[in-house]
C-alpha cells in the first residue's frame, strides 16, 4: 500500500507565498511522474503542475510563472512553490504520484487566498 500526505496548506494574503509538500510512503519500487491538480468549489480538477522523474515540468496555464514544482527523488517528496498568490488560486490542491505504474493520490490540501 502506498500513501500521500500533502502539507503546507493554508490561509494568505493576495500577493502571498506558500509552499506545500506531499510525502509518498510504503511500499514503493519506483515513481514516475508526480504533481499537483487543483480543484475549487463548482469548477472541474485541473493541472496545476507535474514533473517526471527525468525532471521534465509541465505547468497549467494560469500559474506559469508564478509556481515552480520540484522533487527530491530520495525522499519521495514532490513541492509545489506558490509565488504571487491570487484569490482565484484558492482551491483544495491535491498531489499525485505514479507509483508502480498505479497512480494515487493525496488527501488534499486547501489553500485560501484572501484579504
Known sequence: QVQLVESGGGLVQPGGSLKLSCVASGSIRSINGM???RQAPRNQRELVAATTSG????????????????????KNTVYLQMNSLKPEDTAVYYCYADVNNIVYWGQGTQVTVSS
Open 35 to 37: 504533481g499537483w491538480y
Open 55 to 74: 525532471g521534465t515540468t509541465i505547468y497549467g496555464d494560469s500559474v506559469k510563472g508564478r509556481f515552480t514544482i520540484s522533487r527530491d527523488n530520495a
